[in-house]
């Protein structure tokens, strides 16, 4: 039962994150149309943040996924 809740804990952080990737490389698109961007510089913060929470979101999946043996 622990390692099932786990499991749904693991797979709706995963979803979640999942889906604020979506949005944000919608979001990526839409600042190549607007006329203030001057190119990928502009996105190298963001980028460092997304590719942070990342590695700490998948952390925390791991975390919870792992066999203990």
């Known amino acids: 039962m622990k390692y ?3 499991t749904v ?7 979640l994150w999942l ?3 979506l949005f944000s490389a919608i979001a990526v ?7 203030d961007w001057q ?10 943040l997304y590719i ?5 979101v ?3 999946v791991w975390l919870l996924v ?3 043996t």
């Open 4 to 6: 099932a809740l786990r």
């Open 9 to 15: 804990c693991a797979v709706s952080i995963a979803g």
């Open 19 to 21: 889906t604020i990737s």
């Open 29 to 35: 698109n839409l600042m190549s149309a607007d006329e």
């Open 39 to 48: 190119g990928w510089s502009d996105f190298v913060g963001i980028g460092v």
């Open 52 to 56: 942070g929470f990342s590695v700490l």
């Open 58 to 60: 998948w952390a925390v």
């Open 66 to 68: 792992r066999n203990r």
